[in-house]
């Protein structure tokens, strides 16, 4: 099965700052790439598929990037509300798999 | 769309356990419906799914043979057994709806359903 590792396993970040997580396939998955933000007691949401694309009602400084084997989600000018775990996940090849999860704190 | 799950439960080792997801707010027939645990402090992972465009199924290795995923498109409600259960079984226990007919990312998640293995 494909593994999906994440980088840094903690990113704590100041309000209004930029964030960058990465995700590294253990092999090509295309575009068939996802992102989810997962906050305390709640289920994921869907924040990015097809590697770039934003979700329905994701804000705009949230972005997608990459292909085959490195990807990232970029945050743009943090905000409190973005305090969660994200995890990447690929559905290229069965069995589908999630990273181990990025944990993002506000300063 | 609505995706409501049943409540927790609590079960010996060795028992078995259903899991009920109750859809809302689209055509149930047109999407897929996957099942993901998540241990404490563990990452995602995936169960299985069933296609509600054909009926077809599909389980991860790991589950294969305690596994059984159902539906009942008259109530728009999809089912996930897991039977011999174990400690190690322990998890939240989440449906999530397919956001597109080929791709299988997860576009709207039910609530979960904690499931505590314990004697």
């Known amino acids: 099965e494909i593994v999906l590792t994440q980088s840094p396993a903690t990113l704590s970040v100041s309000p209004g700052e930029g964030a960058s997580l990465s995700c590294r396939a253990s092999?090509?998955?295309?575009?068939?790439f996802a992102w989810y933000q997962q906050k305390p007691g709640q289920s994921p949401r869907l924040l990015i598929y097809g590697a770039s694309v934003r979700a329905t009602g994701v804000p705009a400084r949230f972005g997608g990037s990459g292909s085959e084997t490195e990807f990232t989600l970029t945050i743009d000018t943090l905000q409190s509300e973005d305090s969660a775990v994200y995890y990447c996940?690929?559905?290229?090849?069965?069995?589908?798999?999630f990273g181990q999860g990025t944990k993002v704190e506000i300063k | 769309v609505q995706i409501v799950q049943s409540g927790a439960e609590l079960r010996k080792p060795g028992a078995s356990l259903r899991i009920s997801c109750k859809t809302s707010g689209y055509t149930f027939s047109s999407s897929s419906m996957h099942w993901v645990r998540q241990a404490p402090g563990q990452r995602l992972e995936w169960m299985g799914w069933i296609n509600h465009v054909n009926g077809n199924i599909k389980y991860s290795e790991k589950f294969l043979g305690r596994i059984t995923i159902t539906r009942d498109t008259s109530a728009n409600t999809t089912y996930m057994d897991l039977t011999a259960l174990t400690s190690a079984d322990t998890a939240m226990y989440y449906c999530?709806?397919?956001?597109?007919?080929?791709?299988?990312?997860?576009?709207?998640w039910g609530q979960g359903t904690l499931v505590t293995v314990s004697s």
């Open positions: 996940q690929q559905y290229d090849i069965w069995p589908w798999t």
């Open positions: 092999q090509g998955v295309h575009t068939n």
């Open positions: 999530a709806k397919q956001g597109a007919q080929w791709l299988a990312y997860l576009d709207s």
